[in-house]
């Protein structure tokens, strides 16, 4: 186990990170640690952890943007709490920027940190290639979530004095992304020095850094296929060409403590909808319905059903058939919307599923940030569209059997108690295969539905992607009042509100660009 030294790697990382939440404290840091005195391992495996969610160890992003408005904006779940504002596409300006605020704030500029002092050094030369492939990840989610963001000029206050950096446009952020990812993995060195335990995902294996690399640019490849289908086919087959993921066994994943008080090794996800908000979300009734329309066994996994949310204790009952989902788009204020006027509404909240508390609802449960099952489906997709060779049919039957795989997985990285649930057993995966059938008349819809269900949880990535492909077609909520977006699923987050007075002249560049101004109905440059 990696714990004791990921714990005391993020402590010694993140004690000089400010807490402020504009440019120009975040980039001149009084606390700022000399070359001289670091290990810059520490400053990685701070970006790993922050990145995964849970920055201050009371899930601040994760709780706001992944939870509040990703989930329920994509269907994966629903509530009826006012500030859960997601599946009613109300306005907070707080949660829009939470996740700008901590990660421009901390594991931006510490991954800026360790790829400036590592880059001269020959033996550093896995950290500092590593660095800059994770850096890549980190800025295609912060970009595919607010559009055009500081990138070339991100985290450079101490080092260049830079303290109002300007906004790249995303089509250039993207472009930069793939030839770095192109470059960095082509310059991991199997005979150099290892970032071992201080690498929490891959404790410093170059060849899983490798494939992670070209997994990270096949996902940003098909980010293009609305905008730029030339490019999206050239750097796809560069993608397949350089060694995609190829089993669950490659997954980029980061474990997580049952229970650290006062640091983020936690799931934050989980400390959310199993300690700090308990009951305020459920499963969304699209989301449920197309899990028992297609017999899906991962039903039992995703929810349970408890007769208390609110105590914690309570495992509830995950037998498929009692799973009920919420309706999006309802509250519990009494009025017109108040749950109870839903159709079909069974009598009481608590006969709807909430998220499983032993898989998904587990303090130690994994953190998936790029998975083979998401990199077979984007393949198969590839396939399909004629811009890769491969059998699409094939592909897309690899991803939904990788996407059941990985429970198993997940239960053998769980360590606390209640034991985790078994894996999937191969003939309940078959099975299902067989009774859902690869439909190339249907394909683009099935395969990114089936991405829509791998991505339970890492609702960044399953909001953008069906920003990127439509779909599944979801169904908007009807016009609830004080929506900002005419009824429609959000399409972005707006910056943060300090931006405009602490970074103004690069803001204004930046806003004009959008085409609806700053707001959540914008698109950013790829979701045309």
Not at 229 to 254: C, R, Y
Not at 359 to 368: G, I, K, L, V
Not at 459 to 474: C, D, I, Q, T, V
Request: charged residues 15%; glycine residues 6%.
């Amino acid at each position: 186990m990696k714990y004791k030294f990921l714990v005391s790697a993020f402590v010694a990382g993140v004690l000089f990170s400010s807490c402020d939440k504009n440019f120009e404290s975040i980039n001149t840091d009084p606390e700022h640690v000399t070359a001289a005195n670091m290990n810059y391992v520490y400053l990685f495996t701070s970006a790993e952890l922050v990145t995964s969610g849970n920055s201050d160890a009371n899930s601040y992003e994760d709780w706001r943007n992944n939870l509040i408005y990703a989930s329920c904006m994509v269907q994966h779940l629903s509530s009826t709490f006012g500030y859960w504002g997601g599946d009613k596409y109300t306005y907070n300006a707080g949660y829009n920027s939470a996740y700008w605020d901590q990660n421009y704030n901390n594991s931006v500029k510490n991954i800026v940190e360790v790829i400036t002092h590592t880059k001269d050094d020959p033996k550093q030369v896995n950290l500092y290639n590593m660095a800059r492939i994770f850096r890549a990840f980190m800025f295609q989610r912060i970009t595919d979530m607010y559009g055009d963001c500081p990138y070339s000029q991100a985290g450079l206050g101490y080092i260049s004095g830079i303290t109002s950096p300007k906004y790249d446009k995303q089509q250039d952020i993207y472009n930069d992304l793939f030839n770095e990812l192109q470059d960095a993995a082509g310059k991991l060195d199997g005979t150099a020095t290892s970032v071992g335990p201080a690498d929490a995902i891959y404790s410093g294996d170059v060849t899983k850094w490798k494939k992670f690399a070209f997994s990270e640019m096949l996902r940003l490849a098909m980010r293009l296929s609305k905008v730029d289908a030339t490019n999206a086919q050239k750097w796809a087959q560069a993608a397949v060409s350089g060694g995609v993921f190829t089993s669950i066994d490659d997954n980029a994943v980061l474990s997580h403590q049952s229970f650290i008080s006062g640091t983020p090794t936690i799931n934050g996800n989980a400390w959310v909808l199993d300690g700090v908000d308990p009951n305020a979300a459920r499963l969304s009734k699209t989301f449920v319905d197309y899990l028992k329309s297609t017999s899906d066994p991962r039903l039992t996994y995703f929810g349970t059903v408890s007769s208390n949310p609110n105590n914690t204790g309570d495992l509830g009952d995950n037998t498929a058939s009692l799973q009920l989902g919420q309706p999006n788009g309802f509250d519990n204020s009494g009025g017109p919307f108040d749950i109870s006027h839903a159709p079909g509404f069974p009598g009481s909240q608590n006969a709807y599923s909430i998220v499983n508390r032993n898989s998904f609802s587990r303090y130690d449960a994994p953190t998936y940030f790029l998975t083979y099952a998401e990199t077979a489906l984007l393949e198969a997709e590839a396939a399909e569209r004629g811009w890769i060779t491969g059998n699409p049919a094939q592909l897309y039957a690899d991803g939904v059997t990788a996407a059941m795989d990985q429970f198993g997985q997940m239960s053998s990285l769980e360590q606390s108690t209640p034991a985790p649930l078994p894996a999937i057993s191969a003939t309940a995966i078959a099975s299902y295969l067989t009774a859902n059938p690869y439909n190339p008349a249907d394909a683009l819809n099935q395969i990114n539905t089936q991405y829509w269900v791998a991505t339970f949880l890492d609702e960044y990535e399953a909001w953008a992607n069906w920003r990127r492909s439509g779909f599944p077609a979801l169904t908007p909520v009807a016009p609830y009042p004080g929506n900002v977006t005419n009824g429609q699923i959000p399409r972005r987050f707006t910056y943060p509100i300090s931006e405009p007075i602490s970074n103004a002249t690069n803001y204004k560049t930046a806003v004009s660009d959008l085409n609806n101004g700053d707001k959540m109905n914008s698109q950013v440059w790829w979701d045309k």
